[in-house]
């Protein structure tokens, strides 16, 4: 964020809202103004046997995503979290997933429960909140699928994708001597949600923590995060669900 923030904060305020550079005179050095949380996993894209993919998520994922909402003060939210069994999911009354009642996971076959219209207001909020109208009611809300804790958690093992990478010698373009390994990625379409919390700033442009938030999630936010930025991964879109003064 930062920097994606200092290319259009003046100088006092980027430095007040993030700290000092640490090339800079530490004389007057301070805390940034911002907390920010990990980022969670929310909803997993998994390869589903038609439809391509599913949003994939639990209820103990669910759980934890309304605690962090009703801690930052958004307490709008009181959809109860269904349970269902390890061979059982829940899609949306539209899903592009279902096969006969049986909803088909990497390998995984699961049976679709629909006794739970909890569930359909789940996926008309998280389709509505997460994504743009259009992704949001066309290819989102079809996709959203609950599955248990325990299938979940081996999903987020099993199913993420791995790719074989080389490093070829400059010299005579084949491959180098032991250049040959594998990396394991977070897939595209995945959600994750988090926290962002904000002080008064401590450096010399003064700034409450409401003018703090409004500066820096007034809008959504492309960022790139990490490393690999050359390869194209890391790219991120951020959206703000809301600003709370605490």
């Known amino acids: 964020m930062r920097d994606y923030f200092q290319r259009i904060l003046p100088k006092d305020k980027l430095f007040s809202v993030f700290g000092p550079d640490l090339q800079d005179d530490n004389s007057e050095a301070h805390a940034s103004a911002m907390m920010i949380t990990d980022g969670r996993i929310l909803l997993l894209p998994v390869r589903s046997f038609v439809g391509v993919f599913s949003y994939v998520t639990c209820p103990l994922t669910l759980s934890r995503f309304l605690r962090d909402m009703h801690y930052a003060g958004i307490s709008s939210l009181?959809?109860?979290?269904?349970?269902?069994q390890a061979n059982e999911a829940m899609v949306s009354s539209n899903s592009t997933n279902s096969v006969e009642g049986h909803l088909v996971l990497e390998d995984l076959d699961l049976?679709?429960?629909?006794?739970?219209?909890?569930?359909?207001?789940?996926c008309n909020f998280l389709s509505t909140m997460l994504f743009d109208a259009d992704w949001g009611a066309d290819v989102a809300?079809?996709?959203?699928?609950?599955?248990?804790?325990?299938?979940?958690?081996f999903l987020c093992t099993t199913a993420l994708p791995v790719t074989a990478r080389i490093r070829l010698n400059k010299t005579t373009g084949t491959v180098d001597k032991g250049a040959l390994w594998y990396e394991e990625s977070v897939p595209s379409e995945a959600i994750f949600s988090g926290v962002i919390a904000a002080t008064k700033t401590f450096g010399k442009k003064e700034m409450l923590a409401v003018d703090v938030l409004s500066e820096l999630t007034g809008s959504p936010l492309t960022l790139q995060l990490g490393g690999k930025a050359t390869t194209g991964k890391g790219l991120c879109h951020i959206r703000f669900m809301g600003q709370e003064a605490t």
């Open 78 to 84: 009181s959809i109860p979290v269904p349970s269902l």
């Open 111 to 122: 049976t679709i429960r629909s006794d739970a219209p909890e569930w359909e207001s789940w």
């Open 141 to 153: 809300m079809p996709r959203i699928t609950l599955v248990s804790d325990t299938v979940f958690r």
